[in-house]
């Protein structure tokens, strides 16, 4: 299932955020930043990283549901779904 912006909407916006926030990460541990607060800001880009993960995979359900209930033959099945949602776990 090819992705569009469309569909991940907000996702992508996390991601972008979430890629700045690394980037901060990789500062603060390059300038030698007290170890409890890069840990903060880390688990922040991780909780971001999965938020994004798990929207992308919603907005993949609800995309195959709406082809099926058109008719259409979905792009993944259930199972396939399934398998990329327990990835992120």
Not at 25 to 34: K, L, P, Q, R, T
Not at 55 to 79: D, F, K, N, W, Y
């Amino acid at each position: 299932m090819e992705l569009t912006e469309n569909m991940v909407g907000d996702s992508l916006t996390r991601l972008r955020r979430a890629h700045g926030q690394l980037g901060g990460v990789i500062a603060m541990i390059e300038e030698g930043e007290d170890c409890k607060k890069v840990l903060t800001q880390l688990a922040a880009v991780s909780k971001a990283l999965d938020r994004a993960g798990f929207r992308i995979v919603a907005s993949g359900l609800r995309h195959c549901q709406t082809a099926a209930e058109e008719g259409e033959e979905p792009p993944m099945t259930a199972e396939e779904l399934e398998k990329l949602f327990l990835s992120l776990a």
